[in-house]
């Protein structure tokens, strides 16, 4: 062990490691919770998926787009991440089963996110092309219903 040294009035001693151990661990878990915190914050709000404000249905589907863009949220969860990893494999979380699910909570959420925004940018980059698929379609009706119309007034005219 190391002598006494005096640190502000205070010895050495009384700051053994069994001490520094449990308020380090103390710490990592704030860090943890403070992270957690931190990222499910950084998700988007329930009602900016699901009210828009839009003329249509692309302007729709890129404000949800915009809605559903995690920001900071993922930095958050991997420092809440590194801090748990840090502590589980220090072993020095007496119980982090909490810790564990709700880090497996904000993953899941924020996997969700993830996916209903890659569905909604697949759907803003197939609604234009769709939009004019149908509209060359509708044209060729059109010109083909004007063009029977023709043939008939030219019958009927023979």
């Known amino acids: 062990m190391f002598p006494p040294v005096v640190v502000a009035g205070m010895s050495q001693a009384t700051l053994d490691?069994?001490?520094?151990f449990d308020e380090a661990t103390s710490e990592?878990?704030?860090d943890v919770e403070?992270?957690?915190a931190a990222a499910r914050g950084a998700l988007p709000e329930a009602d900016a998926i699901w009210e828009v404000d839009a003329d249509n249905t692309l302007g729709v589907l890129n404000?949800?787009?915009?809605?559903?863009?995690v920001g900071d949220a993922e930095e958050?969860?991997?420092?809440?991440?590194?801090?748990?990893?840090?502590?589980?494999?220090?072993?020095?979380?007496e119980d982090a089963d909490d810790l564990a699910e709700a880090i497996e909570e904000v993953e899941d959420l924020m996997g969700q996110i993830t996916a209903a925004h890659e569905e909604v940018s697949d759907l803003a980059s197939t609604i234009p092309e769709l939009r004019g698929a149908l509209e060359d379609a509708?044209?060729?009706?059109?010109?083909?219903?004007?063009?029977?119309?023709?043939?008939?007034?030219?019958?009927?005219a023979d």
Do not use: I, N, V
Request: glycine share 4%; charged share 45%.
């Open 17 to 20: 490691d069994d001490e520094l």
């Open 34 to 36: 403070e992270s957690l």
């Open 138 to 156: 509708h044209e060729d009706a059109e010109a083909d219903a004007d063009a029977d119309a023709d043939a008939e007034e030219a019958e009927a």
């Open 76 to 93: 958050h969860l991997r420092d809440a991440k590194k801090w748990y990893t840090m502590g589980e494999r220090a072993d020095a979380f």
């Open 63 to 69: 404000g949800l787009r915009s809605a559903l863009d």
């Open 28 to 30: 990592m878990r704030e």
